[in-house]
């Protein structure tokens, strides 16, 4: 289960969806919205709105993400994220484009 700071669990309608709910919040969130170890107080089933159905169909088919599941993640500096979340961006964009030929 994928679990945020402000009590929600994040549903995992594909094998992917859960994390890039989180993900997706993360990026478009004013909050400083932080993943957290799921317990009785994320009692709020969420899924952000920002995931499409077409992205769940992609992230259905798609399992070559490199992120694990109990794999532990840094804190990083604002220029190391943003270069990541570009990366992830353009490689999510061109995934999407790929499916929508």
């Known amino acids: 289960m994928v679990c945020d ?3 929600r669990h994040h549903l995992a309608i594909c094998p992917l969806c859960a994390f890039c709910s989180l993900k997706l919040e993360q990026c478009h969130s ?3 919205l932080q ?3 799921c317990d009785g107080s994320h009692k709020t089933p969420f899924m952000s709105p920002f995931l499409s159905s ?3 169909a992609i992230g259905i088919q798609i399992s070559r993400m490199r992120c694990l599941k109990n794999e ?3 804190i990083l500096t ?3 994220s943003e270069d990541l979340v570009l990366r992830w ?5 061109t995934l999407t484009l790929g499916q929508a030929g």
């Open 54 to 56: 077409q992205s769940m």
């Open 5 to 7: 700071s402000l009590g």
């Open 78 to 80: 604002p220029a190391r």
């Open 89 to 93: 961006s353009q490689e999510f964009s």
């Open 30 to 32: 004013e909050a400083n």
């Open 72 to 74: 532990s993640y840094n």
């Open 35 to 37: 993943r957290q170890q």
